[in-house]
């Protein structure tokens, strides 16, 4: 089952513009991480923000957290071609298996 | 230091056979686990095994099965293929033994499919 409901399921931008996208989810969390994945290839890594965190920064993204609204988002600032990919998030619960469960991601497209 | 490595890339079969992926982890990780996305479904987990134990199992039926060696090479198997069971197997590499808390390193993955 899916923990993590993103926002927009598809969002379409220029180059250099900044993108956004959300992620809230249903149960308190240990942490929540941000995945990257190119057209059928596997996922990168790219954040992870733990539940006493607010805010965390990694180059050109930007990942908030709120607990009390369970949601998060990342943006990515000045968007380039190469951003072009599905973004997941991914929950680990406090409670139960330690284990990451994923969203339905995020299509961005970065247009030239 | 090489990625986590995922054989075979493609991979075809028909229903009724059964077929086995390799996932060979980072240098040092002990834990691996291991995904399948769909269109339909998204990513769902399978299976997490940390020291030739499983620790952990998602909700798939007991075709799905995996096991890890004493090298942390994993191996999953899936037995009476289902047109369903087609689907990208991912399979990822942690070096913790708390994985969920530090990220994951994921391979490319295994596009399988059942005609």
């Known amino acids: 089952s899916q923990q993590g409901e993103e926002d927009p399921q598809a969002l379409s931008i220029q180059e250099g513009e900044n993108a956004t996208m959300n992620c809230s989810y249903k149960?308190?969390?240990?942490?929540l991480q941000w995945y990257r994945q190119n057209s059928g290839r596997g996922l990168v890594h790219l954040i992870l923000i733990r539940s006493n965190e607010r805010e965390k920064h990694s180059g050109r993204l930007r990942v908030t957290l709120d607990t009390s609204k369970k949601s998060s988002s990342l943006l990515i600032t000045a968007s380039r071609a190469a951003d072009t990919a599905s973004y997941f998030c991914?929950?680990?619960?406090?409670?139960?298996?330690?284990?990451?469960?994923f969203g339905q991601g995020t299509r961005l497209t970065i247009n030239p | 230091k090489a990625g986590v490595t995922q054989t075979p890339r493609y991979l075809i079969k028909t229903r009724g056979q059964q077929v086995t992926l390799s996932c060979s982890p980072i240098s040092g990780h002990r834990s691996v686990s291991w995904y399948q996305q769909t269109p339909g479904q998204g990513l769902q987990f399978l299976f997490e095994?940390?020291?030739?134990?499983?620790?952990n199992k998602g909700n798939f039926p007991g075709r799905f099965s995996g096991r890890q060696f004493s090298n942390s090479r994993s191996e999953m198997n899936v037995s009476t293929l289902e047109l369903g069971d087609s689907a990208l197997y991912l399979c990822?590499?942690?070096?913790?033994?708390?994985?969920?808390?530090?990220?994951?390193?994921f391979g490319s993955g295994t596009r399988l499919t059942v005609v």
């Open positions: 095994y940390f020291s030739e134990t499983q620790r």
């Open positions: 990822a590499s942690s070096r913790e033994g708390s994985p969920a808390n530090y990220g994951y390193t």
């Open positions: 991914a929950t680990v619960a406090t409670q139960g298996a330690q284990k990451l469960v």
């Open positions: 149960t308190s969390i240990n942490n």
